[in-house]
C-alpha cells in the first residue's frame, strides 16, 4: 500500500505541482487547491499507515519514544494541512472532510473489532489460557448478595456462607469478577475454614459505579467487611489481585474506617506500583486504563466501566497498614523484583512469598501452592494478634515467610528422623587386610583400674 501512495505522491510532483519553483501548467486556483489537497491526503494516509505498522510489527515506539511523538506530530500537522488547504475551494473542502471522516470512522471500527475479538477469547476461557473469567459452578449454599457502598453504589457478591468466625474477603483484580473461574475456586478452596465473600469490583460485572485510580474500590472492601460483621465474623482478611491491591492497602490504613469495616489482615497477590499497570507486561497507549481511549477500549473490550481518577502510589500506603499482618505474593520476574520492593517498603508484621510463574496469579506453574499460600496466611494470623513475621531471605527466586503446614506423615517421619538411634559397634577388620572404616563411632574404652600395684609410683600431677 505504501509504494502506491509513494508513486502517486511522486507523479502528482511531476506532473501536477511545481518544479524548481515554476509551474509545469497554468492551473486555476481551485484545481491547484483540489490538488493540494490531494497531495496533502498522499501524505497523510502514507504517515499514518507507517506509524500503524511502526506501532503493532515492530518494537521501535518503545525503544526511542521520542519516534512515536515525531511521527504523531507529523500525522497531526498533514491532517490540519489538508483542511487548510481543502478550505481555498468548497467542492475540495467537502471532499475532503469526507474522506478523511470515513478513514476514522473505518479505522474506529476496525479497532472495536479487533479489541472484542483479541480479548473474548479469555472472557469465554479460551482453551490456550487457563480460563480466569470462565464462569464457574457455583457450588450449594452459596449466595448472591447486594452490598451498597458509603457512596450510593452498588456491589453484587457472592456469599459462601458459614458459621466460622474467621472470614476472607476476595476481591479480584483487572477484569476478573466474582464469576471468574480463578476466584471462584480459590474462594470454594477457602470456604470450608472460613466465611468467604467474592466481590464483583465497582464497573465490573453487575456492580455500579466506575473504576477509577483513586482508589474507590476500598468502599467496596469496607461494606464487605460490615457485611461479614453482621454475621459472626470477628477477624477479616482480605486477598486482592494485581490493581485492587491499591483499593485493599486503603482499605487497611484507613484511619477513619468504621469499627464494622475493619480490616485485620491483607494479602497482595501480583500487585502492581499504581493502579491501572498491567503486571509484568506493557500497556499501549490504547489500552492503557488511565487515558480517555483506554476507557473506550476496555469498555468495548471486556465492559469494564473507568473513569477518569489519580491515586496515591501503593508504596505510600503499605508503611501505614501496620500493625495489620500484610503478606506480598509475586512471581519470579519482573512483577517479582516489584513485589520485594513493595515489601521492603511495608512495615512489620509483614511476609513475602515468590512462586515461579508469570502474569496474573492464575498463570502461575505454582499455583496450588498460591493455594496453599494465602490459606496458611490467613490461618496463621487471623488466628491470633501477629507482632512481626521473620524476615526471609529475598534473594533468588524460592524466598518464603510461611512454611508449607506439614501433613501427618511428614510429622511421623520427622518424629521418626528426631529420636535417638542405636550405636552400631564397627565391623573387624578381615585377616590380612587394612581396618575398614566403622559405620558408627567405636564403643568408648572402660575406664582404668583404681586398684595400682604398690611397687608402682603413683602418676604424677596433671597428667
Known amino acids: 500500500m505504501t509504494p502506491v501512495l509513494v508513486a502517486g505522491t511522486w507523479n502528482r510532483l511531476r506532473f501536477g505541482l511545481v ?149 476472607i474477603i476476595v476481591y479480584p483484580g483487572w477484569v476478573s469478577g466474582k464469576d471468574g473461574f480463578a476466584v471462584s475456586s480459590m474462594a470454594r478452596w477457602l470456604a470450608p475454614q472460613y466465611q468467604v465473600l467474592v466481590l464483583d469490583p465497582r464497573g465490573v460485572g453487575g456492580s455500579g459505579g466506575f473504576q477509577r485510580g483513586a482508589g474507590d474500590g476500598r468502599l467496596d472492601i469496607r461494606a464487605a467487611a460490615a457485611f461479614l460483621r453482621d454475621r459472626g465474623a470477628s477477624a477479616i482478611g482480605v486477598l486482592a489481585e494485581g490493581d485492587t491491591a491499591l483499593a485493599a492497602a486503603l482499605a487497611a490504613a484507613d484511619p477513619d474506617a468504621p469499627p464494622a469495616g475493619r480490616i485485620d489482615a491483607l494479602a497482595l497477590a501480583s500487585p502492581t506500583s499504581a493502579w491501572g499497570e498491567a503486571p509484568g507486561t506493557k500497556l499501549n497507549g490504547y489500552d492503557d486504563p488511565r487515558s480517555s481511549f483506554g476507557h473506550t477500549y476496555w469498555r468495548v473490550a471486556a465492559g469494564i466501566r473507568l473513569a477518569r481518577g489519580q491515586g496515591p502510589a501503593l508504596a505510600e500506603i503499605l508503611p501505614r497498614v501496620s500493625p495489620r499482618p500484610l503478606l506480598v505474593l509475586a512471581h519470579g520476574g519482573e512483577n517479582g523484583k516489584a513485589a520485594q520492593q513493595l515489601y521492603m517498603a511495608a512495615a512489620e508484621p509483614r511476609g513475602l512469598r515468590i512462586l515461579p510463574g508469570s502474569g496474573w496469579p492464575v498463570d502461575w506453574a505454582g499455583y496450588p501452592a498460591y493455594y496453599s499460600a494465602v490459606r496458611d496466611w490467613f490461618r496463621k494470623v487471623l488466628a491470633a494478634p501477629v507482632t512481626a513475621m521473620e524476615t526471609p531471605a529475598i534473594t533468588g527466586t524460592a524466598a518464603e515467610t510461611l512454611a508449607p503446614t506439614p501433613t501427618p506423615e511428614e510429622q511421623q517421619i520427622k518424629q521418626i528422623l528426631a529420636e535417638p538411634q542405636p550405636i552400631v559397634p564397627a565391623l573387624p577388620a578381615p585377616p590380612g587386610s587394612e581396618a575398614q572404616t566403622p559405620l558408627a563411632p567405636a564403643l568408648p574404652p572402660p575406664p582404668p583400674a583404681q586398684n595400682l600395684p604398690p611397687d608402682l609410683p603413683p602418676p604424677p600431677a596433671g597428667r
Do not use: C, M
Request: cysteine-free; overall charge positive.
Open 19 to 167: 518544479v524548481k519553483d515554476r509551474p509545469l501548467k497554468v492551473r486555476n486556483a481551485p484545481v491547484r487547491a483540489k490538488q493540494g489537497g490531494s497531495l496533502g491526503l498522499y501524505f497523510l494516509a502514507s504517515a499514518a499507515f507507517a506509524g500503524w505498522f511502526l506501532q503493532f510489527f515492530t518494537g521501535l515506539f518503545e525503544t526511542w519514544p521520542a519516534l512515536g511523538v515525531a511521527v504523531a506530530g507529523l500525522v497531526g500537522f498533514l491532517g490540519v494541512a489538508v483542511v487548510a488547504q481543502a478550505a481555498r475551494e468548497p467542492a475540495a473542502r467537502w471532499r475532503a472532510l469526507g474522506l478523511v471522516f470515513g478513514g476514522l470512522v473505518a479505522i474506529g471500527a476496525f479497532w472495536a473489532v479487533s479489541a472484542k475479538w483479541s480479548y473474548s477469547g479469555t472472557l469465554q476461557g479460551h482453551p490456550r489460557y487457563t480460563a480466569p473469567h470462565f464462569r464457574a459452578i457455583v457450588p450449594a449454599g452459596t449466595r448472591t448478595v447486594r452490598l451498597q457502598t458509603a457512596d450510593g453504589v452498588g456491589i453484587d457478591g457472592l456469599y459462601h456462607a458459614g458459621n466460622q468466625p474467621g472470614a
